[in-house]
T-cell receptor, first 110, second 113 residues
Framework: EDQVTQSPEALRLQEGESSSLNCSYT??????LFWYRQDPGKGPEFLFT???AGEEKEKERLKATLTKKESFLHITAPKPEDSATYLC???????????FGGGTRLMVKP | NAGVMQNPRHLVRRRGQEARLRCSPM?????VYWYRQLPEEGLKFMVY????????ESGMPKERFSAEFPKEGPSILRIQQVVRGDSAAYFC???????????FGSGTRLTVV
């Protein structure tokens, strides 16, 4: 069974204080690993897809990396508007669905 | 999120009533997925549909829940005889297939009283 574990569950940062969110996964043949951002009362918003170990993608202050067992979402010099829940999900080669982790709730204080 | 339309945004039902949740996928997307997010829990897959076909319903409860995606019109998630434990946010996502990220709607928040 595919599993995704995200840590920490919650993270408080000061504005400008860089950090990383972790996503550990087990999957029977990875098709893709996805990162989403979810604001309260809204649906997940797509950020990145990573397909193979060693791959990296960047978008503004966010950078996602992938190894064979985990993915990191690095946040550089975060701003209060980066406050949200960040979700990691995997899709197996043989499956159609995404298996989500529990998310990391990020709070950035000004 | 504006591309995938879900309605209603909020739905209140009494125990024993039926709930119907609607989802119109993004233009050009023929794959629809339903996920449920229980309070303080992660998103859980329920069902995957293409037009007029259920492809994977491995995440659907065996009783009271059904889904359809007719040739014309939105996808419908139907919950019969709702119970308090059905209270959750239900999200629909669509894709054009393949490896691309899904686009999620804003969800329907079902409250059973």
């Amino acid at each position: 069974e595919d599993q995704v574990t995200q840590s920490p569950e919650a993270l408080r940062l000061q504005e400008g204080e860089s950090s990383s969110l972790n996503c550990s996964y087990t999957v029977s043949g990875l098709r893709g690993l996805f990162w989403y951002r979810q604001d309260p009362g809204k649906g997940p918003e797509f950020l990145f897809t990573l397909y193979s170990a060693g791959e990296e993608k960047e978008k503004e202050r966010l950078k996602a990396t992938l190894t064979k067992k985990e993915s990191f979402l690095h946040i550089t010099a975060p701003k209060p508007e980066d406050s949200a829940t960040y979700l990691c999900a995997v899709q197996a080669r043989a499956g159609n669905m995404l298996t989500f982790g529990g998310g990391t709730r990020l709070m950035v204080k000004p | 999120n504006a591309g995938v339309m879900q309605n209603p945004r909020h739905l209140v039902r009494r125990r024993g009533q039926e709930a119907r949740l609607r989802c119109s996928p993004m233009k050009g997307h023929s794959h629809v997925y339903w996920y449920r997010q229980l309070p303080e829990e992660g998103l859980k897959f329920m069902v995957y549909l293409q037009k007029e076909n259920i492809i994977d319903e491995s995440g659907m409860p065996k009783e009271r829940f059904s889904a359809e995606f007719p040739k014309e019109g939105p996808s419908i998630l139907r919950i019969q005889q709702v119970v308090r434990g059905d209270s959750a946010a239900y999200f629909c996502a669509s894709s054009s297939g393949g490896d691309r990220g899904y686009t999620f709607g804003s969800g329907t928040r079902l409250t059973v009283v």
